[in-house]
């Protein structure tokens, strides 16, 4: 029960990270980026979009596992004690989202502008994922 309770209140902690104000201005930049990217790329949607491009959504699946690693290793508020296997398994995350975002910006030719602009979004919003679970993890909270 506990770590359902972590995982909601950490959940709804890093979707509420993308609205602070130092945050909501390159969000903002970045949703703007996407939608430009959209209206130049929409006859290339159409001729060049695959299957396999679908792959370009994958690390939003990523965002719940880094909301579950920071409540399954938090620390506690007592006695904090770092888990090195939950750092090690946000790292692990961030170099598994790099290196599909690097993939599929790779292979969706013609529609790379778009797929870049997809992927840093995602990444904005999963960097505020890891920023609470690292907090979570390290018991070092702001």
Request: aromatic share 16%.
């Amino acid at each position: 029960m506990r770590f359902l309770l972590q995982f909601r209140t950490y959940f709804l902690w890093s979707l509420e990270f993308s609205f602070f104000a130092e945050f909501r201005v390159p969000m903002l930049l970045l949703i703007a980026n996407l939608l430009i990217a959209l209206a130049f790329s929409r006859k290339g949607l159409r001729n060049c979009w695959k299957r396999s491009h679908w792959l370009v959504f994958t690390n939003l699946v990523l965002y719940p596992a880094v909301v579950a690693v920071g409540a399954i290793f938090s620390a506690e508020p007592h006695a904090p004690k770092v888990s090195r296997f939950g750092e090690w398994a946000l790292d692990a995350i961030l170099l598994l989202t790099v290196l599909m975002g690097s993939y599929c910006v790779y292979v969706m030719r013609g529609l790379r502008w778009l797929a870049l602009s997809i992927l840093l979004v995602e990444e904005c919003l999963l960097f505020g994922a890891m920023f609470i679970a690292g907090m979570a993890i390290s018991g070092d909270w702001l």
